[in-house]
Structure formats: structure tokens, C-alpha cells
């Protein structure tokens, strides 16, 4: 069944910065759009960035530009999220999620958790 395992998560400083990493199974990964997706407590789920499969363009949310780098490895078969200059408002847990470029059902992680706290 098709996997997909966020890691890279923890406790950081502000102004600190993490990698998180996804990595995707049993799909044919260079086809699929990549997502990063941030949700806090008692807030709805946000996007945050794309990588997309065609040309691995990315698109970034206006909070996170600047900061936030998304990239792609298709040998790998992941998807990271480099976050610099982390803000107590990024605290979230963090998601990954694939949609194959020409659309249909999108696949979830579990989610890394994030905490930017001094």
C-alpha cells in the first residue's frame, strides 16, 4: 500500500532551523505533485509548499517564502522541506501529501511535529 513517512521533526529555538524528509512508497514517485502541509492546534491545515513533478517548479505560501526551501530527489523517492529562520508561529505538525500531475486522489503522511519555542 502506498506509504508516505515524514521525519525530521523536534524542539527547536527561533531563528533555528530543521529539514524535514518524506519518503514515498508504492508510488510511481516522479509523476506525483508533492505538498507540504502545516496544521496547529485549533487551526485548519494550511499548504505551505509544492514541488510539482513536471520541471519540479515550486510554489510557496506567503507566510513561508524566503525562509522555507522545498525540493525533490526522484532516486530517492522523498521530498524535503528546509526551514530556516523558524518563527514560534510555525509551530505545527507538519504533513506530506502526493497527487499525480494530472490529478486524482491525494496521499497523506502521519504528519512530523514541529515546535518553535525558546
Known amino acids: 500500500q502506498v506509504q508516505l513517512v515524514e521525519s525530521g521533526g523536534g524542539l527547536v529555538q527561533p531563528g533555528g532551523f530543521l529539514r524535514l524528509s518524506c519518503v514515498v512508497s508504492k508510488l510511481t514517485f516522479p509523476e506525483f505533485d508533492m505538498k507540504w502541509y502545516r496544521q496547529a492546534p485549533g487551526m485548519e491545515r494550511e499548504f505551505v509548499a509544492l514541488?510539482?513533478?513536471?520541471?519540479?517548479?515550486?510554489h510557496y505560501a506567503d507566510s513561508v517564502k524566503a525562509r522555507f526551501t522545498v525540493s525533490r530527489d526522484n532516486a530517492k523517492n522523498t521530498v524535503y522541506l528546509q526551514m530556516n529562520n523558524l518563527k514560534p508561529e510555525d509551530t505545527a505538525m507538519y504533513y506530506c501529501s502526493a497527487r499525480h500531475r494530472i490529478g486524482g486522489h491525494e496521499y497523506w503522511g502521519q504528519g512530523t511535529q514541529v515546535t518553535v519555542s525558546s
Open positions: 514541488v510539482a513533478a513536471v520541471g519540479s517548479r515550486t
